[in-house]
Nanobody, 128 residues
Framework: QVQLVESGGGSVQAWGSLMLSCAASGRAFSSSVMGWLRRGPGKEREFVAAIRWSGGNTYYADSVKGRFTISRDNAKNTVYLQMNSLKPEDTAVYYC?????????????????????WGQGTQVIVSS
């Protein structure tokens, strides 16, 4: 069974930086898509970023483009989300998610329903 364990959340002031990590285990991830999604206070869960494990193609929500960077370390089976220039509206619980297929199109990567496996979430609080 796939396990995803997030770490790296915390509290930071606006314009600060945090890096989230997601350690994956249990299956081969060579054909997978790994994503980060978040749920802010009183909001629906929303897409943040995704990466194809093979090839490293990356995808971002418009709200984080230019500020966040998703990457992966094949040797460590770990996906990262580097978050810079954080804003109070980035406050949320951040979830790592995975699906063991690249799917029919990257157009699906923003959908919560596309992912089969989820981590427990890590809290990020950005104060103004």
């Amino acid at each position: 069974q796939v396990q995803l364990v997030e770490s790296g959340g915390g509290s930071v002031q606006a314009w600060g930086s945090l890096m989230l990590s997601c350690a994956a285990s249990g299956r081969a991830f060579s054909s997978s898509v790994m994503g980060w999604l978040r749920r802010g206070p009183g909001k629906e869960r929303e897409f943040v970023a995704a990466i194809r494990w093979s090839g490293g193609n990356t995808y971002y929500a418009d709200s984080v483009k230019g500020r966040f960077t998703i990457s992966r370390d094949n040797a460590k089976n770990t996906v990262y989300l580097q978050m810079n220039s954080l804003k109070p509206e980035d406050t949320a619980v951040y979830y790592c998610a995975a699906v063991l297929t690249i799917g029919p199109s990257s157009a699906y990567y923003h959908r919560e329903s596309f992912y089969d496996y989820w981590g427990q979430g890590t809290q990020v609080i950005v104060s103004s």
